[in-house]
């Protein structure tokens, strides 16, 4: 009985490993051997202060490998639709449905991608990537793939508990975006560096005032609040 369980729940993450594997290298097949790099990547791209973006320098390299967290964002969404539509569907059933663990898909998305990335990357159109930029390209991909996984479990057991994560994670928004402020006088853009500097303290306070906000609308509501591990 218990191996049958396990051949099920490893079953169930094959169904939705092949699919998602296959999306992925669709994605990196057209990104990198079907569009155009120049409009993909931004080759020659200028800004003020700034040489034209050229393959692989410093500024165009991180574009590689952030196509691996595009691909995954774009999991994340129709990983945890798909798991919320199938347990609101049980549970109209009132079936008790339990989706298979993310690291289960996980892992079996692993080899695929950890060949199939390389291979596209490595071989087609021109300029083909390094091993090593290739390497951060499979590496931030499955990062990214095993964050865009974990929720799935909880859209389909716990929807109210992730859409309150989810707001809390709004918070921490302008500081993730308004930090990288600090680095644009550097490179050239006409921005000041006190307003850099003012824009980034800014982001910071605005996320710790919206934190502060949500503790508060879970005081009132009276629902528990994450923790590191959840």
């Not at 945890?80 to 009132?94: H, N």
């Not at 716990?158 to 490179?187: K, S």
């Amino acid at each position: 009985m218990l191996n049958n369980c396990r051949r099920a729940r490893w079953g169930a993450a094959l169904v939705r490993a092949v699919p998602m594997a296959l999306f992925v290298l669709v994605l990196f097949y057209y990104w990198f051997a079907v569009a155009n790099r120049y409009v993909i990547f931004l080759y020659g791209h200028k800004a003020s202060g700034i040489p034209p973006a050229q393959p692989f320098d410093e500024v165009t390299s991180s574009r590689y490998w952030m196509c691996g967290l595009v691909a995954s964002g774009l999991v994340l969404l129709f990983h945890t639709a798909v798991e919320w539509a199938l347990g609101r569907w049980a549970a109209s059933q009132r079936r008790t449905y339990a989706p298979p663990a993310w690291w289960q898909v996980w892992a079996l998305c692993l080899l695929p991608l950890a060949i199939g990335i390389p291979l596209i990357t490595m071989t087609v159109n021109t300029p083909t990537l390094p091993p090593t930029l290739a390497t951060w390209c499979v590496a931030a991909t499955l990062v990214g793939l095993a964050l865009a996984l974990w929720p799935g479990a909880w859209a389909a057991q716990r929807p109210c508990a992730l859409v309150w994560l989810a707001a809390d994670g709004v918070g921490l928004i302008p500081t993730l975006l308004l930090l990288r402020a600090i680095e644009l006088p550097g490179r050239g853009l006409m921005v000041t560096v006190p307003l850099a500097v003012l824009a980034a303290v800014g982001g910071t306070l605005l996320g710790i005032g919206w934190l502060g906000v949500m503790t508060g609308l879970r005081a009132w509501r009276r629902t528990s609040k994450p923790n590191a591990t959840s």
